[in-house]
């Protein structure tokens, strides 16, 4: 495993051709703060903050993302050609971004986690927003992996590793997974429905029964705003739009 770096960032960025800046921190309490403060700053589409080491990182719905030695915990600043109504579409493309980093064995599950082939979670995602009238300003997309580590206290939680049959590392992740979402993200900018198509064919979730509060019932797929569509057990058609969806084994 190479120790995580500067150094072994540039490389890997090098190596996958993505040109923004990567700026390293050894240790933080959030890349997602890092990176706002970048962008107040005016930091440039695709900047990206990787941390050694992050103390209060955040999930979704304020959960708390624990990031041991061998996760990766980064920012992607982005800066698309968007309206605030479309922002749906960039959740979805960070989610397909990471399948395409760390290969086709790996699933999504609505929104944003990517699951390993076992159903156990290796990645999540998490998106902020900030406006400009109707235009979209920054979006500050927060993506964490477990590499070669996976927290002991986050219940079904796998790392990256115990699914490949090849060395991995952080820095190859990190750079891998930014470049592939910025060119997702270009695409969702001009082709959005090509997107939600590619994140269909990767979605576990959908055609899986699945609990929703106290509801359950099956996920037939996801609106245009990328919310999903559960067929309830008395035949009702409920839309997701945020919220704890779980995967109701069979």
């Given at each position: 495993?190479?120790?995580?770096s500067q150094a072994s960032l540039d490389a890997a960025a090098q190596r996958v051709g993505h040109t923004a800046t990567v700026?390293?921190?050894?240790?933080?309490?959030?890349?997602?703060?890092?990176?706002?403060?970048?962008?107040?700053?005016?930091?440039?589409?695709?900047?990206?903050?990787?941390?050694?080491?992050?103390?209060?990182?955040?999930?979704?719905?304020?959960?708390?993302?624990?990031?041991?030695?061998?996760?990766?915990?980064?920012?992607i600043i982005a800066r698309p050609a968007m309206n605030v109504s479309d922002i749906g579409i960039v959740s979805l493309a960070?989610?397909?971004?990471?399948?395409?980093?760390?290969?086709?064995?790996?699933?999504?599950?609505?929104?944003?986690?990517?699951?390993?082939?076992?159903?156990?979670?290796?990645?999540?995602?998490?998106?902020?927003?900030?406006?400009?009238?109707?235009?979209?300003d920054v979006v500050l997309v927060g993506i964490g992996v477990n590499v070669t580590e996976a927290p002991n206290d986050v219940?079904?939680?796998?790392?990256?590793?115990?699914?490949?049959?090849?060395?991995?590392?952080?820095?190859?992740?990190?750079?891998?997974?930014?470049?592939?979402?910025?060119?997702?993200?270009?695409?969702?900018?001009?082709?959005?429905?090509?997107?939600?198509?590619?994140?269909?064919?990767?979605?576990?979730?959908?055609?899986?029964?699945?609990?929703?509060?106290?509801?359950?019932?099956?996920?037939?797929?996801?609106?245009?705003?990328?919310?999903?569509?559960?067929?309830?057990?008395?035949?009702?058609?409920?839309?997701?739009?945020?919220?704890?969806?779980?995967?109701?084994?069979?």
């Amino acid at each position: 495993m190479t120790s995580l770096s500067q150094a072994s960032l540039d490389a890997a960025a090098q190596r996958v051709g993505h040109t923004a800046t990567v700026v390293y921190v050894p240790e933080t309490t959030s890349t997602m703060h890092d990176a706002r403060q970048l962008a107040a700053q005016g930091a440039g589409h695709g900047t990206v903050v990787v941390a050694g080491q992050q103390s209060q990182g955040r999930g979704r719905l304020q959960r708390v993302w624990s990031s041991p030695g061998g996760s990766l915990a980064m920012t992607i600043i982005a800066r698309p050609a968007m309206n605030v109504s479309d922002i749906g579409i960039v959740s979805l493309a960070a989610a397909v971004a990471i399948k395409r980093a760390i290969g086709s064995r790996f699933g999504i599950k609505w929104p944003n986690d990517v699951l390993g082939p076992d159903g156990q979670k290796v990645a999540g995602v998490l998106c902020e927003l900030e406006t400009a009238g109707r235009r979209v300003d920054v979006v500050l997309v927060g993506i964490g992996v477990n590499v070669t580590e996976a927290p002991n206290d986050v219940p079904h939680a796998a790392c990256l590793a115990d699914y490949l049959d090849h060395k991995v590392d952080v820095a190859s992740v990190a750079m891998a997974t930014a470049s592939a979402f910025l060119t997702v993200l270009e695409l969702a900018e001009s082709d959005p429905a090509a997107v939600m198509a590619e994140w269909r064919e990767g979605a576990v979730t959908i055609g899986h029964r699945v609990r929703v509060g106290g509801t359950e019932g099956v996920a037939t797929g996801i609106t245009t705003d990328g919310a999903l569509i559960v067929r309830t057990d008395d035949d009702a058609a409920l839309v997701v739009h945020a919220g704890d969806v779980l995967h109701v084994l069979p």
